[in-house]
T-cell receptor
Framework: GAGVSQSPSNKVTEKGKDVELRCDPI?????LYWYRQRLGQGLEFLIY????????KSGLPSDRFSAERTGESVSTLTIQRTQQEDSAVYLC????????????????FGPGTRLLVL | QQPVQSPQAVILREGEDAVINCSSS?????VHWYRQKHGEAPVFLMI?????EQKGHDKISASFNEKKQQSSLYLTASQLSYSGTYFC????????????FGGGTRLMVKP
């Protein structure tokens, strides 16, 4: 597709359940980022993948959060034992990764997954 | 460590100008500006890089003062379509490529 796609667009779950959120980056973008946006607030960095290097997980809020990426394509963000405070919009972005890295590259955002934990 | 944006909110009449500021306490490699409409994904507006390079929208201008770690976004002759929340995202010198976003500036343009 032409842009970043995410699924599902909306997810309602019960406290304690696990959820998986999916991101398909723009073709050819080897850098992929996950952000969280709580209602009325700014975006909070969670994790990013840069080519074949180990992901930067420094933004993950707890060990209930994890993410994987298959090669240079799809990424899945998993939240285990969801809590009500996990309710937010989860946004994925991708960017080019040139020889010098992804510095200064535009990050293109997907439409997000709206997660509601009851 | 989150950059500070000001003002938090602004209301304009169509045709008026506005300036949105973004200030960081850390040395920056770049500043990215996005606009987000309610219920939608952030849309890229502009990147300002260390050294003066800029990439982005030709109808929106911005500045980046590297020494002060500050950036300003200039919206001139505002249109109704400019309404939304503006976020600056900063890319630090000595950190990864992730962006640290400010809390946003809510802009409403009225007819």
């Amino acid at each position: 597709g032409a842009g970043v796609s995410q699924s599902p667009s909306n997810k309602v779950t019960e406290k304690g359940k696990d959820v998986e959120l999916r991101c398909d980056p723009i073709s050819g973008h080897t850098a992929l980022y996950w952000y969280r946006q709580r209602l009325g607030q700014g975006l909070e960095f969670l994790i990013y993948f840069q080519g074949n290097s180990a992901p930067d997980k420094s933004g993950l809020p707890s060990d209930r959060f994890s993410a994987e990426r298959t090669g240079e394509s799809v990424s899945t963000l998993t939240i285990q034992r969801t809590q009500q405070e996990d309710s937010a919009v989860y946004l994925c972005a991708s960017s080019l990764w040139r020889s010098g890295g992804a510095r200064g590259e535009t990050q293109y955002f997907g439409p997000g997954t709206r997660l509601l934990v009851l | 460590q989150q950059p500070v944006q000001s003002p938090q909110a602004v209301i304009l009449r169509e045709g008026e100008d506005a300036v949105i500021n973004c200030s960081s306490s850390k040395a920056l490699y770049s500043v990215h500006w996005y606009r987000q409409k309610h219920g939608e994904a952030p849309v890229f507006l502009m990147i300002l890089l260390k050294g003066g390079e800029q990439k982005g929208h030709d109808k929106i201008s911005a500045s980046f003062n590297e020494k002060k770690q500050q950036s300003s976004l200039y919206l001139t002759a505002s249109q109704l379509s400019y309404s939304g929340t503006y976020f600056c995202g900063t890319e630090r010198n000595n950190a990864g490529n992730m962006l640290t976003f400010g809390g946003g500036t809510r802009l409403m343009v009225k007819p």
